[in-house]
Structure formats: C-alpha cells, structure tokens
C-alpha cells in the first residue's frame, strides 16, 4: 500500500522550533520532488517548500525563508522539514506531497498543488503567542 504519513507535529511557543518528518511505505522517495504545504483554518492551502528528486535543491516561500529547512534522507524514505523561529501565523495542519515530475524549480507549487499525486494525511502546527 502506497503512504506518506507525516508526524512531528504539536503545540510550540512562538519562536519554538518543530521538525516535521514525511516518511513513505510502499514506494520509494527517491524519485519525487516532494513538497510541503499547509492549510491555515479558513484559508486555502499554500505551498511551503519543496525538494527536488534529481539534485537535491530546495525551494521555500518567501513567508518561511530563512527560517524552514526541507531536506531529505533517501536511506530513511524520509523528507524532514525543520522550522525554527515559528509564528502564530504558522500554525497550519501541513501535509507533505508527491511530485512524481521533479518540477519545484518553476515555483508552481506556490500557488497550485495539481501536480501533486500522493498526500499524507497531515499533521497539526500550532503556535501560541
């Protein structure tokens, strides 16, 4: 069976810090992009970072850039996405996504998941003030 399930969720004070972990079963991540986004209560899903599958480059929004970190680990079919410094208006359920084209170089991802295949169920940021 073919799962993304993401985990290292939870409640962090602001300028906290949570690594969020994307793991797959049943597939290889080796060959995607992956990318992650978040959905705030009452506002549309945004991208927040993507990954490469050929090179291993990353890509960031600008709301988030300079404090998230996405990196992968092909031997733990794991993608990791270490936020520091976080915001209350970081406090989203964020899911991690499969992009089996190895597009995140064009910035798609900011403003359309369509590309995206496989999603995991996500997991609940909240960040007090």
């Known amino acids: 069976q073919v799962q993304l399930v993401e985990s290292g969720g939870g409640l962090v004070q602001a300028g906290g810090s949570l690594r969020l972990s994307c793991t797959a079963s049943?597939?290889?991540?080796?060959?995607?992009?992956i990318g992650w986004f978040r959905q705030a209560p009452g506002k549309e899903r945004e991208g927040v970072s993507c990954?490469?599958?050929?090179?291993?480059?990353?890509y960031y929004a600008d709301s988030v850039k300079g404090r998230f970190t996405i990196s992968r680990d092909n031997a733990m079919n794991t993608v990791y996405l270490q936020m520091n410094s976080l915001k209350p208006e970081d406090t989203a359920v964020y899911y991690c996504?499969?992009?089996?084209?190895?597009?995140?170089?064009?910035?798609?991802?900011?403003?359309?998941?369509?590309?995206?295949?496989?999603w995991g169920q996500g997991t609940q940021v909240t960040v007090s003030s």
């Open positions: 996504a499969t992009d089996p084209y190895d597009g995140c170089s064009d910035y798609g991802w900011l403003s359309s998941s369509a590309r995206f295949d496989s």
């Open positions: 049943g597939f290889t991540l080796d060959y995607y992009a």
């Open positions: 990954i490469s599958s050929s090179d291993g480059s990353t």
